[in-house]
């Protein structure tokens, strides 16, 4: 009887308080379930809790369960997945504590910013949240991403946060804070909130589990405590922005920040380390000289490091380039001697051949070649070398990935490549060939795949293969007969993504000045973001870009290196826009993108300075001017305290450029940008003098409330409230949103203490304000549903 006694007693603890141990190993989440399912979308696989945010409306998502509250002492724990990189738009909230009277503060824990971290924050009633504890940064950076979280609440006083990386054996304390006066209420609502903006992205999925929460604290083991060393806001990254040569012997390395050369190492392949380095006045240009002068045509690698900025960032890496200056490389011209022959970018769906991604070369030189020394290029990824192999004449080599599997036709030589590309793009990329002295043998820009077929090049250009098996590797192309589809030139592929769309006619004509303008800038991105550059095709006919360049005028008026759009592979139609950046993901990652075709990568654009710059926009040929802007970021709107993210847009597309109120910030409830369509702040001639904001109507698909306006010019800011109808505040919708002409806030339906609100009626009222002294005020009842 005493051993029975004592097996009780050592379960007891664990009984008693552990109030929630959830690792969704049960069904499908349903109404049958605790949970409360509030967005559609949430469902259980792999036993983990799931939600697919990929192509969905933006906005806020969410699941809750009651909870009890234990004052003495409470605990959370739980993991978080992602199939992406988190960030200020797209990340997790979850809602862990509420106060009550007289204090009505909630608690959260957001998971994902654009630091990568995880950090505590406090929302009283009546302000915005406030963030109590800031997690360490960069912890959530990569492709996916997965943490386990931990918050102790300890005699109702102190809240600790902790998290745990799978590389990690211990939990590292992030930090903690004292909590207020706290109102004693029995208890609350767990609530997890999926919030997403860049809605056009995909494999957006986000996973729960192991959601335990305790009436008790337990020991947590933790990370030794490190030397302490600079804060997030003390060392600031930074990086080489442009790498322009003066000379045969001078290159200009351009930063973004200030630097300290002190301790460089600054070397170029084949002429050894700089012989001398010189610093700009202003420190954000290093000019580096070599005493041996470059051959004209060669590429060269720049290698460096060591050099740090004033908070003690470091820049380090490698560029590649072709020398514009010196004597002419006496090197063999390999151009077109070996071709990128077939491309099999989407190997879903094939039967016959394995479902491995290839791309296949063909030698048409004539004689048999060694391609030693010889690279891969795929969009911004590093060169990737093929290795030492030798091709007969009129021979295929297929290249793939090492460790996968596939079938090569007779005579077909196989090539598998440790560094093969992880992920050929559906949608299409540029692929290029350098030969050993680093000159370009071929380049394409293959167009978007379709599953389970190759683009094979034929004499007229490209095509989707006829083959059976949907691919030829290492054998003669098929012929496309009759169901050839539209060709592709291999230079400027111009494939419709719809090939039974007919062709449009296209003007041979130059473009001329004013049908193409520059319609919208981002100079100053989010960390991990990219700059962007969107073109607006104004005229009624489609135009060519292939002769255009873009270039920054210099304060003498000159023009300073020139970014050539001759790789565009498409012709911009009439009214349509097209986005220029280096980084697609950097643009994607932080804006909703409505049409991913309207965005082009390029490895080289201009810079474009955070406060003030010209951008010009001209015919190569001729440097007939299109369009110019000289943009400050006085334009912004005033009610825009932080610049970083927010694009500059052009307000009308038919008034003049340079005309500074014709520009003003993106609107807040577009997300600070829109990428590829039409401008948030876009002048609507037909609206009149029509100004509206209605009230929050739900939308089931989004699992949300929606909130429309219409405005009559650009510039409102808008406050939007939520009352009951004994006139108690209840929700803060909207705190001084920079709104755009017309558009939608989202809402989640959620009161400022972080639990739903109950159905019945309540009051909406919303100001909207101008800088120019309109105010204008709606109240209107609605109903919660």
């Known amino acids: 009887m005493k051993q029975f006694i004592l097996f009780l007693f050592v379960l007891l603890p664990f009984c008693v308080t552990s109030q929630v141990n959830e690792t969704f190993d049960g069904p499908e989440i349903d109404s049958a379930n605790p949970w409360r399912v509030d967005s559609a979308g949430f469902f259980v696989k792999d036993g983990r809790l799931q939600f697919d ?75 915005d949240p406030q963030r109590v504890i800031k997690g360490r940064g960069s912890i959530l950076t990569k492709g996916s991403n997965s943490v386990r979280v931990k918050l102790t609440l300890e005699s109702n006083s102190k809240l600790v946060l902790y998290t745990r990386l799978d590389t990690e054996s211990c939990f590292h304390k992030e930090g903690e804070c004292k909590v207020v006066s706290l109102g004693v209420r029995k208890g609350g609502v767990l609530n997890l909130q999926c919030r997403y903006q860049a809605a056009s992205m995909d494999n957006m999925i986000t996973s729960f589990d192991n959601i335990i929460i305790s009436d008790h604290v337990t020991p947590t083991p933790i990370e030794p405590e490190e030397e302490p060393g600079p804060s997030d806001e003390e060392v600031k990254t930074f990086s080489l922005q442009d790498l322009e040569q003066e000379s045969a012997t001078e290159l200009l390395m351009v930063f973004d920040d200030p630097v300290d050369p002190a301790q460089y190492q600054i070397s170029l392949s084949e002429k050894g380390d700089a012989d001398e380095v ?16 470059m051959l004209k045509g060669k590429t060269y690698t720049l290698s460096y490091s060591g050099i740090f900025n004033k908070s003690g960032g470091e820049c380090k890496g490698d560029t590649t380039f072709v020398s514009a200056y010196g004597k002419e490389s006496q090197e063999p011209d390999n151009s077109g001697t070996v071709l990128i022959n077939e491309i099999m970018a989407d190997p879903n769906g094939l039967k016959d051949l394995e479902k491995t991604e290839y791309i296949e070369l063909f030698n048409a030189s004539g004689k048999e070649l060694s391609l030693k020394g010889w690279q891969l290029i795929y969009g911004k990824e590093k060169p990737k070398t093929i290795g030492s192999v030798s091709v007969p004449a009129a021979s295929y080599l297929v290249l793939y990935r090492s460790g996968r599997e596939i079938k090569i036709d007779g005579g077909g030589i196989a090539v598998p490549m440790d560094n093969f590309p992880s992920q050929l793009a559906n949608a299409g990329k540029e692929l290029q060939l ?108 489609p135009l060519s870009l292939s002769a255009l360049s873009v270039a920054i005028r210099k304060s003498d008026g000159t023009l300073s290196t020139r970014y050539p759009l001759a790789s565009i592979p498409h012709h911009l139609k009439a009214k349509s826009y097209l986005l220029l950046t280096k980084n697609l993901e950097g643009v994607a990652s932080f804006y909703y993108i409505a049409d991913p075709t309207a965005l082009c990568e390029l490895a080289k654009l201009p810079i474009l300075a955070n406060t003030s710059s010209t951008l010009v926009l ?64 876009y002048k609507n001639v037909s609206s009149g003098g029509a100004t509206g904001i209605e009230p929050p109507v739900w939308i089931e698909e989004s699992g949300s409330y929606t909130i429309s306006y219409l405005l009559d010019r650009p510039g409102y800011n808008c406050r939007a409230l939520v009352f009951n109808t004994s006139g108690l505040r209840v929700a803060e919708i909207a705190n001084h949103e920079l709104l755009g002409t017309s558009g939608e806030i989202t809402w989640s339906g959620i009161a400022s203490n972080g639990s739903p609100l109950q159905t019945g009626v309540y009051i909406f009222y919303a100001e909207v304000y101008h800088p120019e002294g309109v105010v204008k005020r709606f109240k209107k009842a609605f109903l919660i549903r």
């Open 53 to 127: 945010a990929s192509r969905r409306a933006k906005g806020i998502h969410t699941i809750k369960l009651d909870i009890s509250y234990n004052v003495d002492g409470m605990e959370w724990m739980f993991d978080v997945s992602f199939s992406y990189k988190p960030t200020n738009n797209n990340h997790v909230r979850i809602f862990v504590y509420a106060t009550g009277e007289p204090t009505n503060v909630a608690y959260f824990i957001q998971v994902g910013h654009n630091e990568g971290n995880v950090s505590l924050y406090s929302w009283p009633s009546s302000s």
């Open 618 to 681: 001209f015919r190569a040929a001729d440097e007939t001017v299109i369009d110019e802007v000289a943009y400050s970021s006085k334009w912004h709107a005033h009610s825009v305290k932080s610049q970083k993210g927010v694009a500059l847009e052009r307000i009308d597309p038919d008034a003049a450029t340079q005309n500074p109120a014709n520009w003003t910030s993106a609107s807040e409830t577009a997300g600070y940008g829109t990428p590829g369509y039409q401008n948030s702040q």
């Open 434 to 541: 350098w030969d050993a002295s680093g000159k370009v043998a071929d380049k394409v820009t293959y167009a978007k795949a379709s599953p389970g077929k190759s683009w094979e090049r034929s004499a007229s250009g490209w095509h989707l293969s006829v083959d059976p098996r949907g691919g030829t590797p290492g054998s003669v192309n098929s012929s496309p007969g009759n169901e050839e589809e539209p060709p592709v030139d291999p230079d400027e592929p111009d494939v419709p993504d719809n090939p039974a769309d007919p062709d449009i006619p296209v003007t041979a004509d130059p473009v001329q000045p004013g049908e193409i303008i520059i319609n919208e800038l981002l100079p100053d991105p989010y960390a991990g973001g990219s700059e962007y550059i969107e073109l607006y095709n104004r005229s009624d006919h």
């Open 278 to 293: 010189y610093i700009s006045e202003d420190e954000k240009v290093l000019k580096t000289a070599w005493n041996e002068a």
